[in-house]
């Protein structure tokens, strides 16, 4: 299937949002194309020539009628194609025991992971600068929240996108389907320090993120490789700085 | 040509008494001068407005160079944009174009000239508010540009201007600037509410005899509803904007979580206005075009009760639909599912409107002018416009195009190809009537096609650029890997927009040359129904002589089999057999 210059979908609902995005292309399309062609050639056949007299008319009900209720009726068809994904990829949250909170601030996106006692909060939390690292085929959690002004995780490849805000904490969830590394800009204006905000997302399989946990998350309290962020304050003022 | 009966044939000089120079040209009460007033207003800013877009385009195909002509405003960089300048770049050019150009031209400019003439008064119903709101207008604008010279630069957290980034100083580093820009802004708004109440007054009180609701022009039932959405959305915005000034200046809290306000009050606030806002942008181009296809159809407008009564549904639907632009923002998503469902309601009066304008050219006798040349680009611009809005009206794509260059490609087809196209085309078309002098119609092409092919070649491209991911207010695609492939597109992008730019260059000149030396204009060089062609061009102070029309028929009589000698009934002109032949 064309790919209609989208970027490579890896995720499990990616692909929903893909289908009726193809599926506006095509109704626009023809949409675009009849009305169009109707105007080019409207304006051809009727262009003023001498002795021509134009047709004397007010309009007609029934065209009237017939060109509401057409694009109503498909509009409602769309709506309904919307609404299960609307509702599965943002009003359902599938069961995991993996959460990870993404906390964005000028100008990073802080990643963070209950260390070994497996709760957030606590001192052994191992908190990651603009690094995740997932395992594929699972789903995962993130708690996003914003630290002083709001950003918006977006992962093209997953079709996720959702603004972090501060003051609030948003539940999602995406599930990867392919191993690889994957790019999270800030996709909402944060300040100067907004274009090149952005986290690498590291896909595993089962077994190298096993590994990868083992090494990283499961250590007794100690610096993560990335170095500690600084602990989750409210208080917006402190991080109003940016980093350069 | 059939004469105007009863009323500019009459001679006598109505309380003709000359007012000076400050009086006719400065701190006039003629709703006409005003008009023009706005319009200037609107032509000079867009210049600079124009020129931003430039800049940030530059700053997209080959970043951090030195944009040509800036080093003398940017010496410390030798003219290379630095994050800030650029946020400040794009910010400032939207804020501009919205509030500074197409409100003034169309809202400001068209509606003050056109209202009363093509209703038959003599001037507004409350001159000297009229004037008011003009300078009240000024001044905001006098406020927007000082914005540009304080210490730490512009506003530059976009002209969405999110809370909490634009409400703490430090976040963006923009101090005086963002004030400036909400301080321009309340000013904006009350003179907006002075101009809104004037214009509803107007049209409900001073419609001449026999002008009904139903005779009335189409362009001036889209003027109606767009006072109605500016009384009723711009007060929102003015209480939003006093807000986080108080937010920046005094200490409040309303949007500051970190003193238990709430990021997404200002969301809603700014949407509450900022959707209605869009329909105050397009349905005065609406109306121009539905204007214009008749007259250079020489054919009554298609459906005149259905296009009147679909800008009455788009105006109500517009207020319950604002909540699409924020279905990623933390929003209950189950309030997302409502806002879609009327969003792609909303779809439904638009397309009625395009089916009936096409229905308005079919078996018509088409006369390719400029200004119709203009109103069919409006309509096959909407089109591309309105059909590329249905993605984001869908919730699950929206995830994913939202705050891409997708909707940067919509909202352009919306305002420019819509609105700015719709002001060209009543700027050609009603400029023998407002300067009394004919534009050149080479000109005219040389104008028109230039911008008809550069506009696609800017924007289109910029629909695939959005598809490929491309955030929109990012300083530099080339951070990004994902974005590096498709780098060529911006650089197509900023030169088709350069040409884009340099195409206007016709229009200046044809508008000042034809300003002094374009032929004298008849009364009515188009041969058009609607009132303002039975006054003089220009219309004198007061637009008639000793009676205002009567008026007997409706707007669009063209082609009338009641009519042997002309293709056309003008509004004034009275049945031939009794009374109350006319069809509206």
Redesign the interface.
């Known amino acids: 299937m064309l790919n209609?210059?989208?970027?490579e979908n890896v995720s499990t609902y990616g692909q929903?949002?893909d289908s009726?995005?193809h599926l506006?292309y095509w109704?626009?399309g023809v949409?675009?194309i009849l009305?169009?062609g109707?105007?080019l050639a409207?304006?051809i056949i009727?262009?003023?020539?001498p002795g021509?007299?134009?047709?004397?008319?007010?309009?007609?009900t029934p065209?009237?009628i017939a060109?509401?209720v057409a694009?109503?009726l498909i509009?409602?068809v769309?709506?309904f194609l919307?609404?299960p994904?609307?509702?599965r990829?943002?009003?359902t949250l599938p069961e995991s025991d993996l959460l990870i909170h993404v906390t964005g601030k000028?100008f990073n996106w802080e990643i963070t992971y209950p260390g070994p006692d497996g709760r957030f909060g606590t001192a052994d939390d191992k908190t990651f600068l603009d690094e995740m690292h997932v395992p594929i085929n699972k789903v995962v959690r993130i708690q996003l929240r914003?630290r002083?002004?709001?950003h918006?995780f977006?992962v093209?490849?997953f079709?996720?996108?959702?603004?972090a805000?501060?003051?609030?904490d948003?539940m999602q969830w995406f599930e990867v389907t392919k191993a690889g590394k994957y790019?999270a800009?800030?996709?909402?204006?944060?300040?100067?320090?907004?274009?090149?905000m952005?986290a690498w997302i590291y896909a595993h399989t089962p077994e190298d993120y096993a590994k990868w946990a083992a090494e990283n998350l499961k250590t007794a309290a100690g610096t993560p490789p990335a170095g500690p962020a600084a602990a989750e304050t409210?208080?917006?003022?402190t991080e109003?700085?940016p980093k350069s | 040509m059939s004469a105007p009966t009863a009323t500019a044939s009459a001679h006598a000089h109505v309380e003709h008494h000359e007012l000076g120079f400050v009086r006719t040209y400065i701190f006039s009460t003629d709703h006409k001068m005003i008009g023009r007033q706005f319009m200037f207003m609107g032509l000079f800013m867009m210049i600079l407005g124009g020129l931003l877009a430039l800049v940030v385009r530059w700053q997209l195909a080959w970043p951090e160079t030195p944009v040509p002509g800036l080093g003398m405003i940017l010496k410390d960089t030798g003219g290379i944009l630095?994050?800030?300048t650029y946020?400040m770049a794009f910010t400032m050019h939207a804020t501009i174009m919205i509030f500074f150009v197409i409100m003034p031209i169309l809202a400001g400019g068209f509606g003050n000239y056109l209202i009363p003439l093509m209703i038959g008064a003599r001037d507004m119903a409350f001159p000297f508010l009229n004037m008011l709101s003009f300078w009240v207008g000024a001044l905001a604008g006098v406020l927007i540009l000082a914005g540009f010279f304080v210490e730490g630069g512009h506003a530059?957290?976009?002209w969405t201007s999110?809370a909490?980034?634009s409400a703490?100083p430090?976040?963006?580093?923009v101090n005086w600037g963002q004030n400036l820009w909400c301080i321009s802004l309340f000013v904006l708004g009350v003179g907006s509410m002075m101009g809104s109440i004037n214009y509803i007054t107007t049209i409900i009180n001073m419609r001449a005899p026999g002008m009904t609701l139903f005779r009335m022009p189409l362009v001036i039932w889209s003027l109606f509803i767009t006072a109605i959405l500016l009384l009723l959305a711009l007060p929102v915005l003015t209480s939003a904007v006093a807000m986080l000034l108080f937010d920046r200046t005094l200490g409040t809290s309303w949007f500051?979580?970190?003193g238990g306000?709430?990021?997404?009050l200002w969301q809603h606030l700014f949407w509450y206005f900022g959707h209605p806002e869009v329909y105050i942008l397009i349905l005065p181009a609406m109306g121009i075009a539905s204007e214009i296809l008749p007259v250079f159809?020489?054919?009554?407008v298609?459906?005149?009760?259905?296009m009147a009564f679909s800008m009455i549904g788009i105006a109500f639907l517009s207020w319950i639909v604002y909540g699409h632009h924020m279905f990623?923002?933390?929003m209950n998503?189950?309030l997302?599912?409502s806002f879609?469902?009327t969003t792609?309601?909303i779809?439904?009066p638009s397309?009625?409107k395009?089916?009936?304008w096409?229905?308005t050219?079919?078996?018509?006798?088409?006369?390719?002018t400029v200004p119709m040349l203009n109103a069919?680009a409006f309509?096959?611009m909407f089109?591309?416009g309105g059909?590329?809005g249905?993605?984001m009206?869908?919730?699950?794509?929206d995830?994913?195009i939202?705050?891409?260059y997708f909707i940067v490609a919509h909202i352009h087809y919306v305002v420019f190809g819509g609105s700015i196209f719709g002001a060209f085309a009543a700027l050609y078309y009603w400029y023998p009537k407002i300067f009394g002098r004919m534009t050149n119609t080479l000109l005219g092409h040389l104008h028109f096609w230039p911008t008809f092919v550069f506009f696609n070649l800017t924007f289109f491209p910029m629909h695939?650029i959005g598809?490929?991911?491309q955030?929109r207010?990012?300083?530099?695609p080339m951070?990004?890997?994902?974005l590096q492939h498709?780098q060529h597109w911006n650089v197509f992008i900023t030169y088709s927009a350069l040409l884009l730019g340099l195409s206007q260059i016709p229009f200046v000149i044809n508008f000042f040359w034809s300003l002094f030396a374009g032929p004298k204009a008849p009364m009515n060089p188009w041969n058009a129904t609607t009132l303002e062609w039975t006054a003089p061009s220009p219309p004198p102070h007061l637009n008639w002589g000793a009676t205002v029309p009567t008026v007997y028929r409706g707007p669009y009589e063209?082609?009338?089999?009641e009519s042997t000698t002309t293709?056309f009934l003008p509004q004034t002109q009275p049945p031939r057999t009794r009374a109350g032949v006319s069809?509206h």
């Open positions: 209609w210059w989208l970027p929903e949002i009726i995005f506006i109704i626009t949409t675009f009305v169009t109707a105007l409207f304006i009727y262009r003023d020539r021509r007299r134009a047709t004397y008319t007010h309009g007609s065209l009237e060109w509401t694009p109503a509009l409602v769309l709506t919307s609404v994904a609307w509702s990829i943002k009003m000028q914003g002083e002004v709001i918006s977006f093209p490849q079709r996720f996108k959702q603004d805000v501060p003051g609030r948003i790019e800009p800030c996709a909402e204006l944060c300040g100067f320090g907004h274009s090149g952005r409210t208080d917006g003022k109003g700085k | 630095e994050p800030s946020n530059a957290a976009g999110y909490p980034l703490v430090q976040y963006t580093g500051n979580p970190s306000g709430e990021p997404l159809s020489r054919k009554p298609f459906g005149y009760h259905a990623v923002s933390g998503p189950a997302g599912m879609m469902i792609m309601i779809a439904v397309a009625i395009t089916f009936n096409l229905g050219l079919w078996g018509g006798r088409i006369q390719f069919l309509v096959s089109v591309i059909l590329s249905i993605f009206a869908s919730t699950p794509v995830i994913y939202q705050d891409t695939i598809v490929g991911g955030m207010r990012i300083y530099n951070q990004y890997e994902f498709q063209y082609s009338s089999p293709d069809r």
